[in-house]
């Protein structure tokens, strides 16, 4: 079932979550409620989504990148689902790139975020997952991870200027990256 995503504004987007009790992953509710998010996150074209951006302010996010038309040229990430993660910082150089976010549509912004991470977590059906990740891949755990900490992409941006409305980000913002020799 196709989940109804909350926009900025719903309290769920700025509240911490609680983590999820292992013992409840593997309920036919909460396995419900994974394929849900996964369904709800292939509808709108993500590459990730948080429970809170469902209305639930619990420890669960879903990613997924693959032949993403946003995305064509990022490796892919397989489908991963990730419960009361932990995110360890590998290296903090700053990448600065664009996002946007289901809950704050049509805008995209230019987000820093740190180049490489691990996040240790509780899978699908409640294994462990220990994942190191880097560039793309670490910028979408990160973005997933702050919604559930209560926090959107805005909240990292240190120059609001470089925000803008999709369809103008499209035609200004988005300058093609210059060749090299």
Request: contains cysteine; hydrophobic residues 40%.
């Amino acid at each position: 079932m196709i989940l109804k995503v909350a926009r900025l504004g719903f309290p769920s987007l700025r509240t911490a979550s609680s983590p999820v009790p292992p013992d409840r992953i593997k309920t036919k509710e909460f396995q419900q409620l994974i394929d849900d998010m996964i369904e709800t996150m292939y509808e709108y074209n993500g590459v990730g989504l948080a429970a809170p951006q469902v209305h639930l302010p619990m420890q669960l996010a879903v990613l997924e990148v693959h032949d993403h038309p946003r995305y064509p040229d990022m490796p892919d990430v397989p489908l991963t689902v990730l419960v009361n993660p932990v995110v360890t910082i590998l290296d903090r150089t700053p990448v600065e790139e664009w996002e946007g976010c289901l809950s704050v549509p049509d805008l995209r912004g230019r987000v820093p975020r740190f180049k490489r991470l691990r996040v240790t977590a509780l899978g699908r059906n409640a294994e462990p997952v220990d994942i190191d990740a880097s560039d793309f891949h670490a910028r979408v755990i990160q973005h997933e991870t702050d919604h559930l900490k209560g926090e959107v992409y805005l909240d990292r941006m240190p120059d609001m200027r470089a925000l803008g409305f999709l369809q103008e980000w499209q035609r200004y913002l988005l300058k093609p990256e210059p060749e090299k020799e």
